[in-house]
């Protein structure tokens, strides 16, 4: 009896002891090494922010980790930037090795990529064969008639990263986080070879529908064109239009602004760095008008408006939309001229899409007005028509809401889908060129999405949240992934700054709506597959 007495207390005095030595011996050393629990690194996590006179709460509690909450959630992340010793000399690095920017996304099964690769290069070997055949005829006809012309040759490889790009796109994006073939994309757009040059098809559908006596021109004051590559990729050409430095006038009305080729190169990075994903790839380039444009395209059209200006300088104009005006030409010096370039999507034959009219569309007269414009509910009744009403339609159209706010985009008047994924696709970011026009207006109408709806994403706000800290500086990371682009600087810096402006605006708005809904109302979470409950006719397929 006493012996199994005293073998209990020799026992419970010696698990006293050991944990006495961990607690105050070994806990000590290992977080003198690790210091996990000591970690005060706020910029690097979702700290509070000051917002002029209201601060924003934080969403969520600040951790060392990526977790998931009750709801399903992304919660996140406060952790030290010198991980494993490194210390990094590029906040854009940094920000994507960010546990917000490496959060992974579903795995796309079958259904959820957009082209299987066997149709994709199907396709594309058709596309070959007949330019192949093409370019058969046009030396037929160089022959027959003793003209002196360049014939130009191409090369297609199953590799290239155009095709790739392609065969990656996905239920959830068009590009990964970590894709290395964007680059590569990216590169091959600067460096290609041009070997054809013709109108776009939304240009070519215009041709004879211009009315000269018509204030606004169908298509806005810009003039776009489609060049094929060497390696047969495709991209769409947007050429320099205005000066970096200058504003639009006050008197301007957004829908005949000038269209701008850095507004297009700046969009990308932008919805990049939001990590939204939903631009295609764009680039900027010099392009030899002369060279890579006139004696390319077969197009007589095109090949006709083509002049040489007073200043010696080569110019060429839109057929339909600006014969009414030379002025609306654009002119190389002598015949160099930059613009950029947006890598082309898979041909609508293979992965078509739908425009849909965007539910906060603007009215396209001197004096119409739009019923959102009017009515501070109507959020209410467009969160009752399908697919508006359930799914993510509604959180992406948001996000939309915030890149066109954060770049002065006003010209959003329809979206696009592709129709593979139904009503849980993404809406596409394309044709951003009326953004960065002015760099001391706010325009908040833009952002009357999220006012008038009150809801956001988890994950764009923690983003945001991210990139009004120090570390992570909106303007500082975009002046970084700018000052890559071949044409840089692409945005001035009171166009940098504007973005750090807008960006707590845009917080600002949602702190307003946690206050007055509550969090969980407010803060939704990513992810939500679309169910069909009530079909109405806006936005309804």
């Not at 979702?46 to 600040?62: R, Y």
């Not at 999405?449 to 949240?465: A, D």
């Not at 504007?498 to 960006?503: E, G, H, N, P, S």
């Not at 946690?514 to 409950?533: I, N, W």
Request: with cysteine; net charge positive; proline share 6%.
């Amino acid at each position: 009896m006493w012996m199994r007495r005293d073998r209990l207390l020799v026992t419970l005095t010696l698990a006293a002891v050991f944990s006495a030595d961990v607690y105050f011996v070994l806990l000590p050393k290992l977080r003198e090494k690790y210091p996990w629990d000591r970690c005060t690194c706020p910029a690097a996590g979702v700290a509070n922010i000051s917002l002029g006179d209201s601060e924003v709460p934080q969403w969520p509690p600040n951790s060392s980790t990526v977790t998931r909450g009750s709801a399903g959630g992304l919660w996140v992340t406060a952790v030290p930037m010198e991980t494993g010793g490194k210390t990094w000399g590029s906040k854009l690095e940094k920000l994507f090795a960010h546990p917000l920017y490496n959060i992974r996304s579903p795995d796309p099964g079958p259904e959820e990529v957009l082209v299987q690769p066997e149709e994709l290069m199907g396709y594309y070997k058709r596309k070959v064969s007949r330019w192949e055949r093409h370019q058969k005829f046009y030396k037929d006809v160089v022959a027959a008639t003793n003209i002196s012309l360049p014939i130009q040759e191409i090369t297609f490889d199953p590799e290239v990263s155009w095709l790739k790009f392609h065969m990656r796109i996905n239920k959830y994006a068009l590009y990964t986080r970590d894709d290395p073939n964007i680059k590569r994309l990216l590169q091959d757009m600067l460096n290609a070879k041009v070997v054809n040059a013709d109108y776009t098809q939304d240009e070519k559908a215009l041709k004879g529908a211009c009315d000269c006596s018509q204030v606004v021109k169908p298509s806005g004051h810009h003039l776009k064109l489609a060049l094929k590559l060497k390696d047969f990729g495709k991209a769409m050409f947007k050429p320099m239009r205005q000066e970096r430095d200058q504003e639009t006038p006050d008197d301007f009305f957004y829908f005949v602004d000038f269209q701008r080729h850095n507004a297009e190169i700046a969009a990308f990075h932008l919805d990049r760095i939001l990590d939204f994903r939903r631009v295609p790839p764009v680039v900027g380039r010099l392009i030899n008008v002369t060279r890579d444009i006139l004696f390319t395209t077969h197009n007589d059209d095109l090949r006709s408006v083509f002049f040489t200006s007073p200043a010696n300088n080569t110019c060429f104009f839109a057929k339909c939309l600006y014969v009414c005006k030379t002025e609306y030409a654009v002119c190389g010096n002598p015949d160099m001229l930059e613009g950029s370039l947006s890598a082309y999507l898979p041909g609508l034959s293979i992965a078509p899409r739908i425009s849909i009219p965007n539910p906060w569309i603007r009215s396209y007269t001197f004096t119409g007005r739009e019923e959102w414009e009017v009515n501070p509910f109507y959020c209410d009744t467009i969160k009752q028509l399908y697919p508006y009403n359930s799914g993510n339609r509604l959180l992406n159209i948001i996000d939309m809401a915030i890149l066109d706010f954060l770049t002065g985009n006003m010209d959003r008047h329809h979206y696009e889908i592709f129709t593979k994924f139904g009503d849980d696709g993404f809406p596409l970011h394309i044709d951003n060129a009326r953004g960065f026009g002015r760099h001391s207006h706010d325009e908040m109408s833009i952002l009357a999405p999220l006012t008038q709806c009150c809801i956001i994403k988890m994950s764009t706000l923690l983003r945001l949240k991210l990139l009004s800290e120090e570390e992570f500086r909106l303007s500082d990371v975009m002046r970084e992934s700018l000052g890559r682009d071949a044409l840089r600087p692409i945005l001035t810096e009171p166009h940098l700054l504007a973005l750090d402006r807008r960006l707590q605006r845009v917080l600002r708005v949602v702190h307003k709506c946690v206050k007055k809904l509550g969090e969980p109302q407010v803060v939704a979470v990513d992810f939500v597959e679309s169910r069909r409950t009530t079909a109405g006719p806006a936005g309804g397929r």
